[in-house]
């Protein structure tokens, strides 16, 4: 995922020189497509690798299908552009960050980090900086963990009051807990689904 909403493909990958600090690798990349409008921030493919779930900034949980399938025209769907709360109120994502993937339930778990969304600057990319400064400023945890069940295509809310929640990832096999990044605090999380 680039910052232009592009999904590029490595491939061809080989040893570059070696290097006293790193052991570096370089590869061909290549454009498969244009998600469009929007900042990808975080992405995560199913098991079977046709489908990528990615976290957009601006339009909140994307899915791409069918990415193996020469023949079928993949296109970018929304998954979720917003969620209802447990009072019935729905509220827009502002900032999606990150997403991982539960190997037991296929659930979709992702991260939207604040209420303020972020800044287009004058060179027409996206400031993903500005909203995670002023949320820090204001002193209010608005991030929130959230799961998309891809078998009902429900999303519901798990954890609010997150201060800026950042990567998430699902922390082992049997899918019983989740990591969260709580970005402003400089901590992480556990998530207890189990």
Do not use: C
């Amino acid at each position: 995922l680039t910052e232009d909403g592009n999904l590029v493909s490595l491939t061809d990958f080989e040893e570059a020189e070696p290097s006293s600090h790193a052991q570096i690798k370089t590869a061909k990349a290549t454009v498969a497509m244009n998600l469009g409008v929007g900042r990808p921030l975080g992405g995560k493919f199913t098991k079977d690798g046709k489908t990528l779930y990615i976290a957009d900034t601006l339009l909140g949980l994307l899915r791409v299908k069918n990415l193996e399938d020469e023949d079928y025209q993949s296109k970018v769907e929304i998954v979720a552009s917003s969620v209802v709360d447990t009072h019935g109120i729905e509220t827009k994502l502002n900032y999606a960050n990150d997403v991982d993937i539960g190997p037991v339930t296929g659930h979709v778990y992702f991260t939207d980090s604040t209420d303020i969304a972020p800044e287009r600057l004058e060179s027409k990319k996206w400031d993903t900086m500005t909203g995670f400064k002023r949320d820090y400023a204001r002193g209010q945890p608005t991030g929130r963990l959230l799961r998309y069940n891809p078998s009902t295509d429900k999303v519901d809310i798990l954890a609010t009051g997150i201060w800026f929640a950042n990567g998430v990832a699902v922390m082992d096999e049997d899918e019983s807990a989740l990591m969260i990044s709580e970005t402003s605090m400089a901590r992480a999380l556990k998530y207890y689904l189990k």
